[in-house]
């Protein structure tokens, strides 16, 4: 039997980790990911998980030995947060192109300088371009749900790469909701074990992640980015594998509601989609036509998903919670990017805010709807503002600086 | 076929004439047989193990990035621990892999105890990207980055003895090494792979291109660094420590030196200076037994 209990997100991932029957995880403390591994260090000590716990001496070293578990064939896990990330980038490369299908929980924090170790996603879209795939969940049972889906989804032969989970730092990983923890002989009849090739059998030794030609270079990257496309078709697939066998909707490439008859439609990633969910239906209720599309797969992005849930939609609202710099919200840019060639051009407005975290609450929702009520009826004076942003005042440290 | 015959470094690869690296990894392929994995991160061996499709070494060899050596020895290891299965796992790596950029996730390594053999081959330098000088370049070498000129000289600096970092680790296994006693060599690579836990051998690798000398010269000058009393041959099994060679009528120092073009601009003060540290550090060991204790240096 399922049971239902009080948890955080990161000790939902840490139970799916536990069922996913993951073999090596190696990991590096940091906040507000650590519960994560102490969960599954308290889980090996028990004998609840047999797994070999590696807590190695950087986030660098934690996704090099996750990635070298993998190319021995084994279901390797880790996870990390916003400085972890980043000091993993090289390796996150390496992961996406030496297509091994870790895993990761990424509890998304905010990047420093200044230090800030509450939520936003400036982590997870620094790693845009690696080549990973990158889930969102909205709540802490699609923690649990997307972390298990993950290593289903990465291990498909026609996918054969890495999956970020993504929580949101505080938000979900301090946070207690009931969530549904399945027995492991429901989890087993989701979750095979691991089929993996072992590229370094002594009986027929190759060398893998080797020099080659430019001419070679190519072709590898022209298989990754085949595979990634691939990986678009097979999270819809096994989301809904998943559902058919748990009953509840965590995966996909995107959820809607309220979209067909919207003239406002809200696009984000992540739990303030929940905060929002929650504000759509009150304004529906009030007879306002306002949609939102969560979207859960933002790399490989749902772009043609997002052009045809838009089709009908007079304003877009893409609440982004990163930034880059020099160009603007990232979803919002990717949200525009799709909707040329689709014959759809409401206005979209770029919502940046909840950085640190920031609250995105109903004040700040309210503001939002107002802005896309306005460009509705025409008013195109402003496509981007940030939230919660006061006016620049010069502040001086107590030595004059 | 026994491994001691079987061939492990395929014809036709891509190491320079005269190379020290490829006759040490030969040797640790050799000693340890058909059942390892290897592991090189970014190094010269790196771009010898071969060019796809092609691969120059007849062992399973994972390629990994500058400083991740350990770490992938670590993943590996738990790995096969997870699975119970029993493969010598080989760290394969430069100086630079070690010394430097990698030094903090070595440590990591041997600190949780994984059971592995690192070897480092020691070519004093980053040799694959030009001769650049590393944290194990001796003091007095001309490098790419230490050219000496009007205002600077060449390298100043004491190298890191990367041996004793590791001893100060209470590592169960830690060797010196050199290809020109390949006897040595192999009977250390095998008592590493034997013995449960990290091991790790510090190995003079020549390299002709880099030091600049005729590369039919490479085993002789790995000799010489050994007979002149410069590269002192040991090991530290379980506690025990010992030198494995003590050279009887030490050749002169210069000889090691004056073949080398990066040594080229040494004056006879500067040779008796090193002839003199050699003859005291000898002296010592002579004296009060071989240790492996910590000075000060400067050079």
């Known amino acids: 039997m399922t049971s239902k209990s009080n948890m955080t997100a990161t000790s939902a991932v840490a139970h799916a980790a536990r069922l996913a029957r993951v073999e090596v995880v190696a990991a590096y403390p940091i906040t507000p990911q650590t519960r994560i591994i102490e969960s599954i260090s308290r889980f090996v000590a028990d004998g609840e998980m047999k797994a070999q716990f590696v807590q190695v001496e950087s986030e660098h070293s934690a996704l090099a030995a996750t990635i070298a578990a993998s190319s021995k064939g084994v279901r390797a896990f880790t996870a990390t947060s916003s400085q972890g990330l980043l000091y993993m980038h090289e390796m996150m490369h390496w992961a996406a192109s030496a297509r091994v299908p870790v895993v990761m929980a990424n509890v998304n924090r905010a990047v420093a300088p200044p230090w800030n170790i509450y939520g936003d996603h400036q982590d997870a879209i620094s790693q845009r371009d690696t080549g990973w795939i990158q889930l969102f969940a909205e709540t802490n049972q699609q923690a649990l749900d997307l972390t298990l889906q993950a290593f289903r989804i990465a291990e498909d032969e026609r996918v054969q790469l890495p999956i970020m989970v993504n929580l949101d730092g505080f938000t979900l990983s301090h946070t207690y909701e009931q969530v549904a923890v399945p027995t492991a002989d429901i989890v087993d009849g989701f979750l095979a074990p691991r089929d993996g090739v072992d590229w370094l059998d002594t009986e027929h030794p190759v060398t893998i992640n080797g020099v080659v030609s430019p001419e070679h270079y190519i072709q590898f990257r022209a298989l990754q980015k085949d595979a990634t496309q691939r990986a678009a078709a097979v999270i819809e697939e096994i989301g809904k594998v998943f559902t058919d066998q748990f009953g509840r909707d965590s995966g996909g490439l995107i959820s809607l509601e309220g979209v067909e008859d919207a003239d406002i439609v809200f696009v984000t990633l992540g739990s303030v989609a929940s905060t929002i969910r929650g504000e759509v239906r009150s304004w529906r209720a009030k007879g306002k036509r306002v949609g939102i599309a969560s979207v859960r797969s933002y790399r490989p992005f749902p772009g043609d998903e997002i052009a045809r849930a838009l089709s009908g939609t007079g304003a877009v609202v893409v609440w982004d919670r990163a930034y880059s710099f020099g160009n603007g919200g990232p979803l919002a840019v990717e949200v525009k990017s799709a909707l040329y060639g689709s014959g759809t051009r409401p206005a979209v407005l770029s919502a940046v805010g909840g950085f640190g975290g920031a609250p995105i609450g109903p004040r700040e929702l309210a503001q939002a709807l107002e802005w896309a009520e306005a460009a509705l009826h025409g008013d195109g004076t402003r496509s981007e503002i940030w939230f919660g942003v006061k006016p620049y005042r010069e502040e001086r440290t107590p030595n004059g600086k | ?299």
């Open chain 2, 1 to 299: 076929m026994g491994s001691e015959h079987a061939e492990f470094v395929m014809r036709g690869n891509s190491s320079c004439a005269g190379c020290g690296a490829i006759l040490i990894l030969r040797q640790v392929a050799e000693a340890i047989g058909p059942n390892q994995i290897m592991v090189i991160p970014a190094c010269c061996m790196g771009a010898v193990a071969g060019r796809f499709p092609s691969a120059s070494f007849n062992v399973p060899v994972l390629r990994t990035a500058f400083a991740s050596a350990g770490s992938f020895l670590s993943g590996l290891d738990a790995s096969i621990k997870a699975r119970g299965e029993k493969t010598t796992l080989v760290g394969f790596a430069g100086d630079g892999a070690t010394v430097d950029i990698g030094l903090a996730v070595l440590s990591g390594a041997i600190e949780r105890g994984h059971d592995f053999v690192y070897v480092c081959y020691d070519n004093e330098g980053y040799m694959n990207t030009g001769f650049q000088r590393s944290g194990s370049t001796p003091p007095g070498a001309r490098t790419s980055t230490t050219p000496g000129g009007v205002l600077e000289h060449y390298k100043t600096e004491a190298r890191k003895d990367i041996a004793k970092i590791v001893a100060a680790h209470g590592i169960p296994y830690l060797a010196t090494a050199s290809p020109a006693h390949p006897d040595d060599l192999k009977r250390k690579v095998k008592r590493a792979a034997e013995i449960e836990g990290p091991a790790f051998l510090h190995v003079i690798s020549p390299c002709p291109l880099g030091w600049g000398f005729p590369s039919s010269q490479t085993v002789q000058l790995a000799r010489i660094a050994v007979e002149s009393g410069l590269w002192k041959l040991y090991e530290l099994d379980l506690g025990a420590l010992r030198l494995t060679q003590s050279p009887k009528n030490r050749k002169p120092v210069r000889e090691f030196f004056s073949v080398q073009s990066r040594f080229a601009h040494l004056t006879d003060d500067v040779y008796q200076r090193l002839q003199d540290a050699v003859d005291e550090e000898w002296k010592v060991i002579e004296e009060e037994g071989f240790s492996l204790r910590c000075e000060t240096v400067r050079a």
